[in-house]
């Protein structure tokens, strides 16, 4: 059966029924459940500087009303990361490179924050339509862009997820491809392009956090513009 390099990235299935909700939940099993003992384990600390580490990041910048999304948000990051990190060992699918998964997520956080500030704010909310001396004939095209813009977030939420995750995938794929081709042929080139693949996934470890780390961020701006 021959194999495109499109193929990693649809969802494992068996008998039939798809199993990206199991791919999806197994990152969950792998994080220590907390416990009443006073001394825990290196990886319970661990999991818990780190949580601590990303509240702090994300809710910084924040109003005391915006710290209630502090679970969400540190919970989303979590949940990201380990699923970025994790689709990078072999044998793996990575449920992030799926536009629909990345949108099911953006989507109605996105709406969240924007219900949230026309509830709490709706003058201030919908002030960031029409920016402050704006000429009068221009008014009507300005708020057609602010609004196109506006609601155009969460797809580009969703669509830079997915580009760079499979991106990065379709080149540790075709560079590891010709690496093999080329083992029995030019050991040398093939010893370069190993060299290459090397830096390539330490590059899409690198890029694996950040752009987890940028959808969280970008939504807790989102928050912050409402609240």
């Not at 780390?213 to 989102?222: G, K, R």
């Amino acid at each position: 059966m021959n194999l495109s390099f499109f193929d990693q990235f649809s969802s494992p299935s068996l008998l039939g029924i798809p199993l990206v909700l199991v791919s999806m939940t197994f990152p969950a099993l792998l994080l220590p459940s907390q416990n009443n003992r006073w001394i825990t384990s290196r990886l319970s600390t661990l999991q818990l500087w780190l949580a601590n580490l990303i509240t702090k990041q994300l809710m910084t910048p924040l109003n005391k009303k915006g710290h209630k999304w502090a679970l969400i948000m540190t919970s989303l990051m979590t949940f990201l990361l380990m699923i970025n990190l994790l689709g990078l060992l072999p044998y793996t699918f990575t449920p992030t490179t799926q536009l629909s998964m990345n949108l099911a997520l953006a989507f109605p956080l996105w709406l969240a924050t924007l219900l949230t500030g026309l509830r709490n704010q709706p003058s201030i909310s919908l002030a960031h339509l029409l920016p402050e001396g704006t000429p009068t004939p221009l008014i009507p095209a300005l708020i057609l862009i602010e609004t196109t813009s506006l609601l155009i977030r969460p797809l580009a939420l969703g669509v830079r997820l997915t580009a760079n995750l499979t991106a990065g995938h379709l080149l540790i794929q075709l560079i590891s491809t010709a690496t093999m081709a080329l083992f029995s042929t030019m050991p040398m080139i093939s010893l370069l392009t190993f060299l290459i693949l090397f830096l390539l996934t330490i590059l899409e470890v690198a890029v694996a956090m950040i752009q987890a780390y940028v959808f969280v961020l970008l939504l807790s701006l989102y928050l912050q513009e409402n609240i």
